[in-house]
């Protein structure tokens, strides 16, 4: 893996351009078997992957079924059980902000009290006595952004947290949040067939000097070529409710990975290796974080950093993908409401 690294936005933080998102390991997408995800963190470490991405919420259940999983904070505390002895060498950020509502479904909580509570619940699944990046999950509408960012910068000032990031949020939150302190990092979707933050997000970051890390930079597995027109997905299966993966929608879509797929195959690389070399490629500061439980699939996106694409390349595959060609949204109907 080339050598080559960037700073999170205004941090001291600096990592390697291509993260691993740990979300799988615990819900969404199936059954995962702990000792592969643990064996799949250690070969990323070995590949020289560096960032690795969590929330406390990831295990407690999907945000569509409202079914439990493996318990709330299960994907921090296997990370932390991951890195346990190699602590200096990676960087972890978590999340905040999204739990489980007593009625069914996801509650939102941004308040300043919440926020501390959250942070030391965290560093105590993780063992670890800092958090490198912390991020507000989804932002809670009842509470102002300056009190939620306000409580984060608090724990900066306290030494519990390196860094403060924001997912999914627009560009008036984001000028409102960086009025109040630093922000390092923006989590939004972001890939060859989810390019909704090109217009104004990620303008926006560079504006602020914010780092933006796409999360499902592979389409939710797409990207990577492993699906066909006769794939179909289980009930415990977060896809199963995504509109691009609906039967018309998901016709239409494999035609454009198809296209993926020879693209990749002409020049010996995996198609991911592609989606997430395009991804590199943007003029922006950029670090994505594919998901996998996998360890031969961490290997080959951290390999990803190698891949070289020509300005031909990139147009062809920005036209390949032109948004007007994918078909449907990023997501279906979701249980997800503030609560406190």
């Not at 921090?76 to 190699?86: D, I």
Request: negative net charge; hydrophobic residues 45%.
């Amino acid at each position: 893996m080339q050598e080559a690294r960037i700073t999170l936005g205004h941090s001291d933080i600096s990592i390697r351009p291509i993260g691993l998102g740990c979300m799988g390991m615990s819900q969404f997408y199936g059954d995962a078997d702990e000792e592969e995800s643990v064996a799949t963190i250690h070969a990323a470490i070995d590949a020289g992957i560096d960032f690795f991405d969590t929330s406390d919420i990831y295990g407690a259940a999907g945000a569509a079924t409202g079914r439990p999983q493996k318990g709330f904070g299960h994907n921090e505390e296997l990370l932390g059980r991951a890195v346990r002895g190699v602590r200096d060498e990676v960087v972890l950020a978590t999340k905040f902000g999204a739990r489980l509502a007593p009625e069914g479904g996801v509650a939102l909580d941004g308040r300043p009290e919440y926020v501390a509570a959250a942070c030391d619940a965290s560093l105590r699944r993780l063992g670890v006595d800092h958090i490198d990046l912390y991020y507000i999950h989804r932002l809670d509408p009842t509470v102002p952004i300056e009190d939620t960012v306000g409580a984060m910068a608090a724990l900066v000032a306290a030494g519990k947290v390196r860094a403060i990031g924001l997912s999914a949020v627009g560009p008036d939150l984001l000028h409102r949040a960086a009025a109040v302190t630093p922000v390092s990092a923006l989590q939004s979707e972001y890939s060859l067939w989810a390019r909704e933050v090109e217009q104004e997000v990620l303008p926006t970051c560079r504006e602020l000097g914010i780092t933006f890390v796409p999360y499902s930079p592979l389409g939710r597995a797409a990207l990577a070529g492993r699906f066909t027109s006769g794939t179909s997905f289980s009930g415990d299966d977060f896809r199963s409710t995504l509109p691009k993966f609906q039967e018309e929608n998901f016709a239409e879509n494999l035609r454009l990975i198809e296209g993926l797929k020879a693209f990749a195959d002409e020049r010996g690389h995996a198609p991911g290796q592609i989606a997430l070399a395009w991804l590199l490629a943007q003029p922006y500061d950029i670090a994505p974080i594919p998901g996998t439980k996998r360890a031969a699939y961490a290997r080959q996106n951290a390999a990803a950093t190698a891949v070289p694409l020509s300005a031909d390349d990139l147009a062809f595959l920005s036209g390949l993908f032109d948004p007007a060609l994918v078909r449907g949204g990023q997501y279906g109907a979701l249980n997800v409401r503030p609560q406190h």
